[in-house]
């Protein structure tokens, strides 16, 4: 209908009313296009996102949608904050105008997280920015503003009401659609915003509901934790499929391992108290699984997916830096998460990525015998095939057992008590077997008696016989109950596999159009039937023209034919069980199948019947009675090895049996016709023949020489024991070595050395695949292919076993397939959805090989500290280099700054000793004045000119300044 709707131009018509028309009262045109345009998105119907996309990015240029619908936000943004300030001091109940204010708001987040239901990366990346418009809106800060708005303090929860915290849960679901696939822009967004405060303000607190004064629930707990839920489910939408650690730094920044741990604490405690068998210490027992309520077992599955999200988040963040350690955690708690979360590992975007699920309620009820059965069947040569046997192929028989099981064993305690004590029960059995052979046994009854054991208990003329008699209908109880309880647990599983290979038989012929080869199909067995029938007549009928009627060809009609037409009906019905026209089945030919299957094919509904059925004959012919210590080969595991060691090889040692009688047959005619009066049945009886003259009992035909051959010399292997010795004077004593002799050779060495060898290469190469299949299942990972020593390789801190056990386990894998096929598509998170989207493709790529999620994290790791390692010599270099670079700068500069001084220092202490000089020879030579001043005009200059005012004489002077030129240039010289 979505579909239909959408193909008729109605989501563009819904689209243009909310772009051209403003938001109105409720029920107006624009309220109602909201609702019609959430009907047309409900599922994340993707043709119809498609459609909205293309109208948002091609014709709503102007950003009119995303207007109209934060004028929606806007409005109701006025009503959140004016009722924040109504209830700041004192709670008020919520009038029906505010109620429809959050309804309204509610609606609004609903429509916008449709708008990317199921991860739709365009839609997701639209919401966030509109490059094509002319205003661009983030409709994805606006949740954040309004997230904020709601939970504006500590105890803004307490004082909300059931419709305030709907529509915060509203708010956080749309953010969170906007994050999974992932969306790695939002998800940077939203972690930098202040969303993550938001989220701190949600998760610490009570858990518990709220009541008003009037005793009306103002909000209860389901509410609360649901809450409480969506913030963590948040947090671990921030991490998924990321290929960086940005949000994840980020985020062990701002959130506290001790809040997450409180929230869990509680979660845990509601749990075990009130929903589930025990209470926390162990210490007694509340409600059982069968009496919980079905809203009971809802509100545990949201707990435990509560759970799943917080252990995803301490993965995530614990893979980047030790966040959690030093975290107090209980034995009880880590016991209960590890019961009800399992953990496997995905190849998702190029990395190992650890995801956390709830395990199935019904994991129990996978029973060790069918994991055994799986292991020893299933193909080990790779990874690909042995997991595609198991996620492909046995899953869907799986889970019907785990799902027929876990419905008996909630309603029926014997069917659960049989479960767990079958083997004890089994031993039990046995026992009285034993009890009851060693009394029939020791019990002197003559051969002809005529006491049937259903006579022993009121009849019985000894305590032995009626003590037998208990006994045997102990066991008929036993083993009938035994039966039941097989018929009951593993008929209705079987059916349903016939109904599976039945569709897939039809589907293979009539649904392909190939109607000959299915008639070819179904017909072949009748006419494989009537040949061996055709045969069997022509052989009695030979047989009838040598001697009268016998009762054995009955018997042989009976033995072999009756079964041979029971497979027949079977391969013939298998196919027409399923109805091609109404897709319904053939009842009658369904339980036909179911009937023959059950006998056939249930291993166990086999054993158990067989031994019922002997413990009924019992009751009329005490021949019986031993059969039933035949029930150690099923109880026994090395007795089943040898069966199996005669079972296998059965066609080769047929067709040896077959060389067997053809032997016999040639022998008897070669010694009939060459040694005819030599066969003798009995030595003895030939003695006694021949000493009252007589002839000696012999064969005369082939057919009775064949007859003793094979009842007597065969056995032997030696055909002395059927011709009467030899005269070896005689003309046929040649002739009769060489024949004995063949015959010994023949049979007696070669055939039945054949036999026995066959067994015993047939047995040892059982062993030899068991031990080889043993060693590998227990030195290989089945589901990556890494091996013990490899994996041991890698570091000490490394074990294969925990590797096997807790990183990959086998069955984990199972019960994550379970979990997909229950829980809602859409609800489906990034990694849930690619791993479905892969399961139906039948593609096994998401599969790690020889890889696993802490190996890439380990790595990762040690790379990150290499990386910083190598910055932080860097940085150190770098820091050495530039106070290096300071250092010389500064020497520089001081050593600079002292020649400087240096030099000003020797400039001044120059000049006053030039001056001092200076005045010294003009105090001393003081009387050449004159002569100086003269010659100063060379020498001094008029700097010196003062000396000719002191009126010395020429002749000092001249010669005065002739000296003094000389030492005044030199001083001169000396001072520049």
């Known amino acids: 209908k979505q579909d239909n709707l959408n193909a008729k131009g109605v989501t563009v018509l819904m689209a243009e009313a909310l772009a051209y028309h403003s938001p109105g009262s409720e029920g107006d045109f624009s309220d109602t296009a909201a609702e019609l345009m959430i009907e047309l998105l ?108 709601q939970v504006d303090g500590v105890g803004a929860i307490q004082r909300m009401c059931g419709y305030e915290m709907e529509a915060t849960c509203a708010t956080m679901e749309f953010i969170i659609e906007t994050l999974q696939g992932p969306c790695v822009t939002n998800q940077l967004f939203v972690v930098e915003s202040q969303a993550i405060e938001a989220i701190k303000q949600i998760i610490p607190g009570p858990t518990s509901g709220r009541e008003d004064m009037d005793g009306s629930v103002r909000y209860d707990e389901k509410l609360v934790i649901r809450l409480k839920g969506l913030a963590v489910k948040l947090l671990a939408a921030c991490l998924e499929g990321r290929d960086d650690i940005v949000c994840h730094e980020i985020l062990a920044d701002k959130i506290e391992p001790v809040m997450l741990q409180s929230f869990r604490s509680r979660l845990i405690q509601i749990c075990s108290q009130r929903l589930s068998g025990r209470t926390v210490l162990g210490q007694g027992w509340a409600k059982s699984k069968q009496d919980l309520s079905q809203d009971e077992l809802e509100y545990r599955a949201t707990i435990v997916n509560i759970l799943q999200d917080l252990e995803c988040v301490y993965r995530q963040l614990g893979s980047v830096r030790k966040w959690a350690h030093g975290s107090k955690i209980f034995s009880y708690e880590k016991d209960f998460v590890m019961k009800t979360i399992a953990t496997v590992e995905i190849y998702w975007n190029g990395k190992t990525e650890s995801v956390c699920f709830p395990k199935p309620l019904n994991w129990k009820c996978l029973t060790q015998n069918s994991k055994l059965r799986f292991l020893k069947t299933v193909d080990l040569s790779t990874t690909e095939k042995r997991m595609k046997q198991l996620l492909l192929i046995k899953s869907r028989e799986f889970f019907h057992e785990m799902n027929h099981l876990y419905y008996l064993e909630e309603n029926f305690k014997l069917a659960k008590y049989l479960k767990n004590n079958m083997r004890t029960v089994k031993r039990f059995l046995y026992l009285l077997v034993i009890l009851l052979n060693l009394n029939v046994t020791m019990e002197r009854v003559p051969s002809n008696s005529t006491v049937a054991g259903w006579m022993w208990i009121n009849h019985g003329t000894t305590s032995a016989q009626k003590l037998s008699g208990v006994l045997l209908l102990l066991l008929l109880v036993g083993y009938g109950g035994i039966s039941l309880y097989y018929i009951v647990t593993e008929v209705p599983v079987l059916k349903r596999k016939i109904l599976s290979d039945a569709k897939v038989a039809r589907y293979n012929y009539l649904d392909r159009g190939d109607k000959s080869k299915f008639i070819q199909f179904t017909k072949r067995p009748f006419v494989r039937l009537a040949i061996k029938l055709a045969f069997y007549v022509a052989l009695c009928s030979i047989h009838n023209l040598h001697f009268p009627y016998q009762r054995w060809y009955l018997y042989g009609l009976v033995l072999f034919f009756v079964p041979l037409l029971f497979q027949t009906f079977r391969q013939y019905f298998g196919p027409r069980i399923r109805r091609r026209r109404d897709h319904g089945f053939n009842r009658g030919a369904l339980w036909y199948a179911v009937l023959y299957d059950s006998i056939v094919c249930l291993t166990n509904l086999q054993n158990n019947l067989l031994m019922l059925a002997m413990c009924s004959a019992g009751l009329f012919y005490t021949v019986a009675i031993p059969i039933l210590l035949l029930d150690i080969f099923y109880t026994s595991a090395t007795l089943q090895r040898v069966a199996q060691a005669i079972i296998v090889p059965m066609k080769p040692l047929s067709v040896t049996l077959y060389v067997f009688v053809i032997t016999a047959l040639v022998y008897a005619t070669l010694g009939y016709r060459n040694f005819d009066n030599q066969f003798v049945y009995d030595e003895v009886g030939a003695e006694l023949e021949a000493y009252f003259e007589k002839d000696p009992l012999s064969c005369n035909s082939v057919l009775t020489c064949f007859e003793l051959v094979l009842y007597k010399a065969m056995p032997s292997g030696d055909m002395s024991s059927v011709l009467d010795d030899v005269d070896r004077l005689g003309n046929k004593f040649t002739a009769r070595m060489l024949f004995d002799l063949s015959f010994f050779i023949w049979v007696g060495i070669l055939l039945f050395n054949v036999v026995t060898g066959l067994i015993v290469d047939t047995f040892s190469q059982l062993r030899e695949e068991s031990i080889a299949r043993e060693d590998q299942l227990e030195n290989e990972c089945f589901v990556c292919g890494f091996t013990r020593p490899a994996y041991d390789d890698l570091g000490t801190e490394y074990n294969f076993d925990d590797h096997v056990h807790d990183e990959h386990d086998i069955w984990s894998y199972l019960f994550f397939i379970a979990y997909l096929n229950e829980k809602d598509v859409n609800e489906y998170n990034g990694v849930e959805s690619y791993v479905s989207k892969m399961l139906r493709n039948q593609n096994l790529e998401w599969i790690p090989s020889r890889t696993s999620w802490r190996l890439e994290t380990d790595h990762q790791f040690k790379k990150r500290m290499e990386l910083q390692g190598v910055s932080e010599v860097t940085d150190l270099k770098n820091t050495f280099k530039a106070e290096m670079v300071a250092m010389k700068e500064t020497i520089l500069n001081e050593v600079k700054n002292e020649i400087d001084e240096l030099k000003a220092t020797t400039k001044t202490l120059l000049k006053e000793l030039h001056e001092g000089h200076l005045n010294h020879m003009n105090k001393h030579f003081g009387d050449f004045g004159g002569i100086g001043g003269r010659g100063s005009t060379t020498g001094f200059g008029h700097g010196h000119g003062s000396d000719d005012a002191e009126g010395t004489p020429d002749n000092e002077r001249g010669m005065g300044g002739a000296d003094l030129h000389g030492r005044a240039s030199g001083l001169g010289r000396a001072s520049v």
């Open 42 to 149: 409900n599922g994340g119907n993707l043709k119809v996102q498609q459609s909205l996309f293309k109208f948002i990015t091609t014709d709503d240029y102007k950003g009119a949608v995303f207007g109209h619908l934060r004028a929606r936000l806007k409005g109701a943004e006025k009503g959140v904050r004016s009722r924040k300030n109504k209830v700041r001091l004192k709670y008020v109940p919520l009038d029906d105008h505010g109620q429809i204010l959050f309804q309204d708001l509610q609606q609004s987040w609903r429509l916008l997280q449709l708008m990317c239901e199921g991860h739709n990366r365009d839609m997701q990346n639209l919401l966030r920015a509109q490059p094509h418009s002319q205003v661009s809106i983030n409709m994805i800060q606006d949740g954040v503003d309004m997230l904020v708005l």
